[in-house]
């Protein structure tokens, strides 16, 4: 008789424990063990939530090099069947020889599960017919348990789901994580409630009546937005640092359709050079919201409302300030469509800029966050839970990464841009409108402008003072970047075993026909020839996911919790003529109190870190065990954490500290 000692950690978060009769049977190359019942002197306290707990499970002789584990529970009356979260199991086997079976993950039915040993294998190096039999059985349940959903036509697939309790358990909120998010999102609209505004259709009297809707809300960077929202530096800024910093670019030469006046701008500029001479010097830039153009605005209550696609040129100055200097609201140049200058009246500047504000919420909201970092986080999760098992080593890199996307973007379809959700009540973009931007954003998406060294480029923002968007996000890519390399490079020596590693490739061409909706324009592979290409793929799905996801979503609150700065929608028309404006008209343009509360409400709800936030780089799920990439795991927390050094030494020095890339900020996984 032969003896495996065999260790069980059942994971350390709410709701874990089982109080049900665990089985497990080792299985290796020369035979397996009886399905064994795991008894210590525990009893039932051994699988307590946070329980390590050892067992023997005896053969009569060796069963050789362990393949995989098959383990089960069974409830015994009077206990019920309960779920369990299992995080892994350790063997020692009689020859002395360690294995480990990452898990992590729920066990809430009678049936039998397997695991495979945690070394990583290419599905070209599955010499055992056990180990090709379990890979091949575990897709097939993740071909059935993730399945591709064309949402809308036009727009990226996503996850088969109604509900979220449609979902599998593995990808589910935790327990945690949704008690908090319940309570953020009720908490929030009972605070409403309680004051009578959350049904109010009354348009705004005083703008500062506003800064009462949630006087216990507040970050540092809200009350410094309500202090500045009028300054054209702050606007300025914005377009750098805000939450919608891709797309801002050099201006090299003006739009035909922007026919701005030459003498009235060139009083705004500094010193003796004129716009022409501050263009080739790169000091002059652009945003033009042309996607927004023509989209159909959004009818709330019975009213129209109003979604500009405004061109904006901005200039930065020698004391490395941007500020605009002509911002035309329509994209067709016209008598009825003036260009703004900051010499206008007051009102017209400022109603001009809140009309700029606006298009950018709706266009960040549903380009630069949903489509951008959201639906494509998803893509690229559901094409690795159906292609990919968990013993491939790409699993083992980007698992980190799903956490909870699949569950957000679900309760984002039912509650924000359903039928009555958020954006459909209370967005100018809301309804057709939104459809129309998600199709024009999805085909206008580059791969490059995915990847933010690419993009810096080819916006020509690699010069502006005080990108902190650019700097944090370059030195980010280039940690990730390194990480990535390091641990594809260790598991593939050559281009060919890129090549012939079929379900590499099946994950890309998911992601290339299911994301990106085979449009080759894109620039996405359509499989992988080179390790290279591998490399910076998986780079830009780690970065999106990360990086880019924070730098877009964490700031919602910073930037929109004070409505003028960020509205919703617009009530009234843009002015056709100068000098039409007054403080009364701004607040019957800007959104009413129910559309203003409602969006403060949901700002502070997606801006509002879980206690189960897991960090950039914080990896506590165990899935690798070979050394190297232990090794190098451990290589890209130390430079994150030099990183977050570097970037709270830089923000000591700044008004508006810029802290949404700092990965000590930056969660693996879109998950809220
Ligand atoms: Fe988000």
Redesign the pocket.
């Known amino acids: 008789m032969v003896r495996y000692e065999v260790t069980v950690f059942t994971a350390d978060m709410a709701t874990a424990t089982t109080f049900n009769n665990v089985f497990l049977k080792l299985v290796g190359t020369d035979g397996e063990s009886e399905r064994t019942l795991l008894v210590d002197d525990k009893g039932c306290a051994s699988f307590f939530k946070g329980a390590v707990s050892s067992f023997s499970v005896c053969c009569p002789n060796s069963i050789g090099k362990l393949v995989l584990i098959e383990v089960d529970k069974q409830h015994l009356p009077p206990f019920l069947e309960d779920s369990w979260f299992a995080s892994k199991v350790e063997v020692k086997s009689p020859e002395g020889d360690n294995y480990k079976f990452p898990i992590y993950r729920w066990i809430i039915d009678s049936k039998v599960h397997r695991f495979r040993e945690a070394t990583a294998l290419r599905v070209f190096e599955e010499n055992h017919h056990l180990g090709r039999n379990s890979r091949q059985q575990e897709l097939k349940q993740r071909e059935e348990d993730y399945r591709w959903d064309a949402y809308v036509g036009g727009v990226p697939h996503t996850m088969k789901a109604s509900h979220p309790h449609s979902l599998p358990d593995e990808v589910r909120f935790s327990f945690t994580k949704k008690a908090e998010f319940s309570y953020t999102a009720s908490e929030g609209m009972r605070e409403l409630k309680l004051k009578g505004l959350d049904d109010c259709k009354e348009n705004w009297t005083d703008i500062y009546a506003i800064n009462r809707v949630f006087c216990c809300r507040k970050t540092d960077l809200s009350e410094y937005v309500q202090q500045h929202w009028k300054d054209d530096a702050f606007f300025g800024y914005q377009f750098l640092n805000g939450v919608n910093p891709i797309l801002i670019q050099r201006c090299t030469a003006l739009p035909n359709n922007f026919p701005v006046d030459h003498i009235r701008i060139n009083n705004h500029l500094r010193g003796p050079h004129g716009l022409q001479d501050e263009m080739k010097k790169g000091n002059i830039f652009l945003c033009d919201y042309k996607r927004l153009d023509g989209v159909k605005p959004n009818t709330i209550n019975g009213k129209k409302q109003y979604l500009m696609a405004p061109l904006v040129l901005l200039y930065s100055t020698p004391e490395d300030s941007l500020v605009p200097i002509a911002i035309q609201l329509k994209q067709t140049p016209a008598d009825d469509n003036p260009i703004f200058y900051p010499s206008d009246s007051e009102y017209d500047w400022l109603t001009a800029k809140i009309f700029v504000r606006s298009a950018d919420f709706n266009y960040h909201q549903l380009n630069t966050?949903?489509l951008r970092?959201?639906l494509l986080a998803e893509v690229f999760a559901v094409s690795l839970l159906r292609n990919v098992p968990m013993v491939h080593p790409l699993y083992k890199l980007l698992i980190p990464h799903t956490r909870y996307t699949l569950q957000?973007n679900l309760l984002?379809r039912l509650l924000l841009i359903s039928e009555n959700g958020f954006f459909t009540n209370f967005a100018s973009s809301g309804g057709e409108g939104m459809i129309t931007i998600l199709k024009k954003s999805l085909s206008s998406v580059t791969y490059s402008s995915l990847c933010i060294p690419d993009d810096i480029a080819e916006r020509g923002m690699e010069a502006v003072p005080n990108f902190y968007y650019r700097d944090d996000g370059l030195r980010l890519w280039d940690i990730i970047h390194r990480f990535v390399q390091g641990i594809l490079s260790y598991y593939y020596k050559k281009d060919d075993e890129v090549q012939q590693d079929s379900e590499l490739q099946t994950w890309i061409r998911d992601i290339f026909e299911h994301g990106f909706l085979s449009q080759a324009g894109t620039g996405i592979p359509q499989r992988f020839s080179t390790v290279d290409e591998l490399v910076r793929f998986v780079t830009m799905v780690i970065f999106t996911c990360s990086g880019q996801?924070s730098a877009?979503?964490c700031g919602?609150f910073d930037y929109g919790g004070w409505m003028p700065n960020a509205p919703t929608t617009m009530q009234c028309p843009p002015p056709t003529t100068k000098g039409t404006t007054s403080e009364a008209t701004m607040l019957q343009t800007l959104p009413n109190v129910d559309a203003t509360v409602q969006g403060m409400a949901i700002m502070w709800l997606?801006s509002k870190r879980s206690s189960d936030f897991v960090h950039l780089g914080h990896f506590p799920e165990e899935h690798f065990r070979e050394e190297i990439p232990r090794r190098l795991i451990k290589d890209f927390q130390g430079e994150l954490e030099v990183l977050s050094a570097a970037i709270k030494t830089r923000n000591e020095n700044l008004v508006v500290p810029y802290t949404y890339m700092d990965p000590k900020e930056v969660e693996n996984s879109?998950?809220?």
């Open positions: 966050h949903l970092t959201h957000i984002a996801h877009v979503n919602q997606l879109v998950a809220i």
